[in-house]
T-cell receptor, first 114, second 115 residues
């Protein structure tokens, strides 16, 4: 079965640079979520989108922004990168009409800021 | 606010031992509850879920029952295998009817199964 696709899988940036992470949800899924997982930490919810509209917001820094496009893929834009932004970034998707209870996670993008 | 508390690891067991990983939660209303598993270097895989009180989620020999009276969702397996070694996360989704709410995770329990 098709899964959530994230690109790139690995990304190395320097402080103060900008990064863009992409997420392609499972086909027919209409909702995407972004999470950040620091080393040895639990995933922290950042933001979610349904039908291109922001739906829920968690602990997303003001330096980060995200959007969902008409084909349901999503991008997380991160500016003025800091060392503390080094983490695994997961995207998840769900189907709202099914209650949205089950979120399916992608393999993650490992961002390293040097 | 919402929170999930699960037992800290690592938890080390011998193969074929009985497993319990405790999870309790704090939330208003009736959240949905989940267990996710994360193998080294991989993403999170949904293991099982329960969406209302007294529901029992089960998958691959694992099971957990949604206990509202004790606000718990403990994970159990009767006989663990080496391949079960991973990090297990308990998570909740608040009840809002909207369907796009972010999950709140516990800190994770690292399970190590020795042959």
């Amino acid at each position: 079965a098709a899964g959530v696709i994230q690109s790139p899988r690995h990304l190395i940036k320097e402080k103060r640079e900008t990064a863009t992470l992409k997420c392609y949800p499972i086909p027919r899924h209409d909702t995407v979520y972004w999470y950040q997982q620091g080393p040895g930490q639990d995933p922290q919810f950042l933001i979610s989108f349904y039908e291109k509209m922001q739906s829920d917001k968690g602990s997303i820094p003001d330096r980060f922004s995200a959007q969902q496009f008409s084909d349901y893929h999503s991008e997380l834009n991160m500016s003025s990168l800091e060392l503390g932004d080094s983490a695994l970034y997961f995207c998840a998707s769900s189907l709202k009409i099914a209650g949205g209870y089950e979120q399916y996670f992608g393999p993650g993008t490992r961002l390293t800021v040097t | 606010g919402n929170s999930v508390t699960q037992m800290e690891g690592p938890v080390t067991l011998s193969e074929e031992a009985f497993l319990t990983i405790n999870c309790t939660y704090t939330a208003t209303g009736y959240p949905s509850l989940f267990w996710y598993v994360q193998y080294p270097g991989e993403g999170l895989q949904l293991l099982l879920k329960a969406t209302k009180a007294d529901d029992k989620g089960s998958n691959k020999g694992f099971e957990a029952t949604y206990r509202k009276e004790t606000t718990s969702f403990h994970l159990e397996k009767g006989s663990v295998q080496v391949s079960d070694s991973a990090v297990y996360f308990c998570a909740l989704r608040p009840y809002s009817g909207g369907g796009a709410d972010g999950l709140t995770f516990g800190k994770g329990t690292h399970l190590i199964i020795q042959p």
